[in-house]
């Protein structure tokens, strides 16, 4: 299949991203419910471990006053929560005052059981790691000289245990050296969870961008194609009128002397192709006003085809085989726009074959989707066509036959829509192009 189209589908409709939020503050923003449901986390594993040191290493400690911070982190972390559902001004604020309470609140445990002694002051780290990977340096060194000053503290504010002396005298591990060693596990689980969620979200994210750069460099294109194709018709329909008139008037003429049939159909003839360049600068013009507003309607998919059909000489059209699989189904599509579009392709397959071979359309109902497929057995494509197959200009075409715009358009009408265009060829064995269009069916 060769590829191109001199009448192509403007899109009837665009889609309206909703605008990403500031790149300081997407971070932020990405981070803010993994940090809610690792606090769940963190709380409930602060709570198991000074239950375990209290009754399982019966260790003497206020617990009341050991637990009153969690309940503190607890009732944060439920207003987070609420605030997540709301619109959230500064992410990054919030998520600073966030980490400044939980190391607050890490002192006071800390300080109530056993001080710079207890091994889990190894999860200072925790907080200042997320701030490195979320927040702007400011907060992180912010937080960093925070957590210094807090552990600082400790060293002269807290409640001695003498299970917690480093230097322990008992026979075994004693339960500094297994805290110290579940205070690592437990630090080296939360940095490595959290940082693998937020670069699996800014790995997608900075796909869902590229995505977005890609379409909006496609509609920039279009939008300099339709510009040109509009300023074309404008330019053109004065001269064009200009020779209307002219070929009238030799027509006239002609039939006032005798004679002169020859020259009097070859003033019909220039009339007729004046006509015919209306009509093509008419859709141009069309097309680059978003086909006069069309609007999506409710069609027959087998009265669509016939229309498509009647859009090709007569030789042309002998040679299109159409295939429905229910001749009832009925579509909801901008029926002039799609049927542009599948023309397109059409005119593609006709263009790429080599004997007069039928050419197959065939329409069926994919689910909440319209299908057409066009194909053909022409010279088909190898693989480095196939990858261009959709720029613009690009055409496989002689030259002159062709500007190499038609699969572009078809392709972004259908993407517009929500939609795609697919091909698949092989060299020597002709190409299939399969339009979808969802939400088609009703």
């Known amino acids: 299949m060769t590829y191109d189209s001199e009448s192509m589908p403007q899109a009837t409709r665009t889609d309206v991203a909703a605008a990403p939020p500031n790149s300081?503050?997407?971070?932020?923003?990405?981070?803010?419910?993994?940090?809610?449901?690792?606090?769940?986390?963190?709380?409930?594993?602060?709570?198991?471990?000074?239950?375990?040191?209290?009754?399982?290493?019966?260790?003497?400690?206020?617990?009341?006053?050991?637990?009153?911070?969690?309940?503190?982190?607890?009732?944060s972390n439920v207003l987070l929560g609420r605030m997540r559902v709301l619109p959230v001004r500064f992410p990054e604020q919030t998520l600073g005052a966030v980490f400044c309470l939980d190391t607050l609140c890490l002192t006071v445990i800390l300080g109530l059981t056993g001080g710079p002694n207890n091994p889990f002051s190894l999860l200072y780290l925790v907080q200042i790691t997320l701030s490195a990977i979320v927040l702007r340096k400011l907060w992180t060194w912010a937080l960093g000289a925070l957590s210094t000053v807090c552990f600082g503290l400790l060293f002269f504010v807290h409640l001695p245990l003498a299970a917690l002396q480093p230097h322990?005298?008992?026979?075994?591990?004693?339960?500094?050296?297994?805290?110290?060693?579940?205070?690592?596990?437990?630090?080296?689980?939360?940095?490595?969870?959290?940082?693998?969620?937020?670069?699996?979200?800014?790995?997608?994210?900075?796909?869902?961008?590229?995505?977005?750069?890609?379409?909006?460099?496609?509609?920039?294109?279009?939008?300099?194609?339709?510009?040109?194709?509009?300023?074309a018709a404008h330019e053109l329909g004065t001269p064009l009128g200009t020779i209307a008139i002219v070929a009238r008037e030799l027509e006239r003429y002609a039939a006032t002397v005798s004679g002169q049939d020859a020259i009097r159909e070859d003033a019909k003839l220039i009339r007729s192709e004046v006509d015919r360049c209306r009509v093509i600068l008419d859709r141009m013009?069309?097309?680059?006003?978003?086909?006069?507003?069309?609007?999506?309607?409710?069609?027959?998919?087998?009265?669509?085809?016939?229309?498509?059909?009647?859009?090709?000489?007569?030789?042309?059209?002998?040679?299109?085989?159409?295939?429905?699989?229910?001749?009832?189904?009925?579509?909801?599509?901008?029926?002039?726009?799609?049927?542009?579009?599948v023309a397109a392709l059409i005119q593609n397959a006709l263009d790429a074959n080599v004997d007069p071979q039928p050419i197959h359309v065939e329409a069926s109902e994919a689910g909440a989707a319209l299908r057409i497929s066009v194909r053909d057995r022409g010279h088909g494509m190898d693989d480095a066509v196939l990858r261009r197959i959709a720029e613009p200009f690009f055409t496989t075409k002689e030259p002159g036959k062709g500007m190499g715009l038609g699969t572009f358009l078809v392709r972004t009408f259908a993407e517009n829509l929500g939609g795609s265009v697919q091909f698949d060829s092989k060299p020597g064995e002709g190409t299939t192009a399969t339009l979808e269009l969802p939400h088609a069916s009703v």
């Open 24 to 75: 300081a503050d997407f971070a932020p923003h990405l981070a803010l419910p993994w940090v809610s449901r690792l606090r769940y986390g963190i709380v409930a594993g602060e709570a198991v471990i000074i239950l375990g040191m209290a009754y399982g290493f019966q260790l003497k400690l206020p617990l009341l006053w050991t637990l009153a911070p969690l309940l503190v982190v607890l009732a």
């Open 285 to 341: 013009s069309a097309q680059g006003a978003e086909p006069a507003g069309e609007s999506p309607a409710r069609v027959r998919v087998l009265d669509l085809l016939m229309r498509v059909r009647d859009r090709f000489p007569e030789a042309q059209r002998s040679l299109l085989r159409l295939d429905l699989s229910d001749e009832r189904l009925v579509a909801y599509l901008p029926v002039e726009a799609t049927s542009q579009s």
């Open 168 to 231: 322990h005298a008992e026979p075994g591990l004693s339960p500094h050296l297994v805290g110290m060693w579940i205070a690592f596990v437990i630090a080296a689980a939360l940095i490595t969870f959290f940082t693998g969620k937020i670069a699996d979200a800014l790995r997608h994210r900075e796909q869902e961008v590229l995505a977005l750069q890609d379409k909006v460099a496609r509609h920039e294109k279009l939008s300099s194609m339709v510009t040109l194709a509009a300023g």
